[in-house]
């Protein structure tokens, strides 16, 4: 009986709920899952189905064959890949640069302040709005261009056109900055002080640090971020088409004008192959992005 009373007491509560927690989340999940099907899912069946078969619902590969073989289709390639990659690239040096400059501010200051708003604001700005204001500063009457033709300095007399691929890619830039300087102020932030004091307690230079230490830290992230400016820009077609008016061969605007029958009748399923082949084209650069992030959280401050 003592044995008994002494021993302790059988923990009598019940088991957390674990199972039911499990399924009350995955409840959750219906309303976002049903949102992806219908407003993914649907059109993403819809250009792959169309893509694979002709006009008259047969299954065929011509559609695409055509998409990655005519001659006004790799134009349209090459001025996609071309303005994308360029303005990814000087997106993210400038954004790199601005996101580094303004971290080196003291917390809270109103440089700190006005760029993380105008960062959060002007990556988004984009469409027919942002065509509207760079034809009004930079068009052939635009304001910019009235300044600088007083000054003595006529960019269309030197052969600039904002209806060019240069004037579209200087559009690009300017929402590539700031959308660069919002995906790596996180990585950045991550560079511990303690990192930098034991480079420089080892006797290392600036310049050994942020060679052997810091670059290594960020390239994967840096990388990833580009990778994302250059889904950001192919991806485009708003600005593109209220700049140029189509004028500009690119893949975006190639689709519209195949699906509108403005170039052959009965062409809109080589438009549905167009937008199968940028599908595929940002799905192998957000697989890129992931896996490089996998590799850039390896250095996370846990």
């Known amino acids: 009986m003592t044995d008994l009373l002494d021993a302790p007491a059988a923990d009598t509560d019940p088991a957390p709920p674990r199972a039911a927690g499990r399924g009350r989340a995955l409840l959750g999940l219906v309303p976002f899952v049903g949102y992806l099907l219908v407003f993914l899912g649907g059109p993403l069946y819809f250009v792959v189905s169309g893509a694979l078969s002709d006009p008259d619902g047969r ?3 011509a559609n695409v064959v055509a998409a ?22 000087v997106g993210a040096v400038f954004g790199t640069f601005l996101a580094q400059a303004v971290l080196t501010s003291r917390p809270g200051s109103p440089l700190r302040r006005v760029v993380s708003t105008a960062s959060g604001v002007l990556a988004y700005f984009g469409g027919v709005p942002l065509a509207f204001a760079f034809v009004a500063a930079l068009g052939q009457t635009g304001l910019a261009t009235l300044w600088l033709r007083a000054a003595g300095l006529d960019l269309y007399a030197a052969g600039f056109r904002i209806d060019s691929l240069t004037g579209l890619g200087l559009t690009y830039v300017y929402f590539q900055v700031p959308l660069m300087v919002i995906l790596v102020t996180p990585t950045l932030e991550g560079l511990q002080p303690q990192w930098r004091e ?55 605007t190639a689709i519209a004008s195949a699906l509108s029958g403005n170039v052959l009748a009965g062409r809109q399923n080589v438009g549905l192959a167009l937008g199968m082949t940028m599908v595929v084209v940002i799905a192998a650069v957000m697989v890129a992005y992931l896996l490089l992030q996998r590799r850039a959280a390896r250095w996370a401050v846990r």
């Open 68 to 89: 990655l073989t005519e001659p006004q289709y790799h134009a349209a390639f090459a001025g996609s890949l071309t303005v994308s990659a360029v303005t990814a690239l």
């Open 198 to 252: 034991a480079a420089e307690n080892l006797g290392a230079s600036a310049w050994a640090y942020w060679r052997h230490v810091a670059l290594p830290v960020l390239a994967p992230a840096v990388v990833g971020a580009t990778l994302v400016l250059f889904g950001n820009a192919f991806a485009a077609y708003a600005t593109a088409l209220a700049l140029t008016s189509g004028s500009i061969p690119l893949v975006p």
């Open 59 to 61: 299954p065929t590969v």
